[in-house]
């Protein structure tokens, strides 16, 4: 673990430190919640570069508008690995446009993300919280589940069942309270070590 807390304190000194400082500003900033919760439905299993992409295409008309259809089809077009899918939950997601008033009234958002929106499990409600400002989320995606059992904080989980997922996550909290930092933060960090990227 001390070698993984010493390369985060080098980026933190970085410019990674400063770009990871604006991102998560974009975060806090971020006024259409909904957007993102597409984003977040796409990224289940795809690449979030491509997810970036298609969400700056579709958060204008396509996430509120097109029928089912011909967002299937935009997906498609675009090489979205689940494109149906994915056109489906987006469509039925649309019930909850005001995702924003209703997050903000929960005590436990991420449980009732879990619980109402289909397609969304811990890993993308986390990413959703997170991206919308909420810093006290872990985002267990592959490359940090890769990079806490490369270096011995975890054993590689063979699934990852909700009771893991928040014994995991205890883990990176007790890695974010040694660099004083957030969840949030620490996850930008981690993704920055193993792709070399700072995305959201």
């Known amino acids: 673990m001390q070698d ?7 980026l933190k000194d970085s410019e990674v430190g400063t770009l990871v400082k604006t991102r998560l500003k ?3 900033n971020n006024k259409d919640w909904f957007s993102e919760l597409c984003f977040c439905l ?7 570069e491509e997810s970036i992409k298609i969400q700056g295409e ?6 509120c508008s097109w029928d089912e259809k011909k967002l299937a089809k935009f997906l498609k077009q675009k090489g979205h690995r689940f ?5 489906e939950r987006i469509v039925l997601a649309r019930q909850y446009k ?3 008033l209703i997050l903000k009234k929960e005590k436990e958002p991420r449980e009732w993300l879990v619980k109402n929106i289909k397609g969304l ?4 409600s986390s990413h959703l919280l997170r991206n919308v400002g909420y810093e006290n989320y872990a985002i267990l995606d592959r490359h940090i589940i890769n990079i806490l059992s490369e270096t011995k904080i975890i054993e590689r989980p063979k ?8 014994a995991i996550e205890q883990k990176l909290q007790t890695i974010a309270d040694k660099l004083k930092i957030s969840q949030a933060e620490l996850d930008l960090y981690l993704w920055c070590i193993k792709t070399g990227k700072v995305l959201k």
């Open 4 to 10: 993984l807390l010493r390369t985060i304190k080098e």
């Open 26 to 28: 974009e975060f806090k």
């Open 42 to 48: 796409m990224t289940a299993n795809w690449k979030a």
């Open 58 to 63: 579709l958060c204008k008309e396509g996430f």
């Open 83 to 87: 494109w149906p899918q994915r056109a």
């Open 98 to 100: 005001d995702i924003k």
């Open 121 to 124: 499990g811990y890993k993308e």
């Open 159 to 166: 699934t990852l069942t909700k009771n893991k997922y928040l």
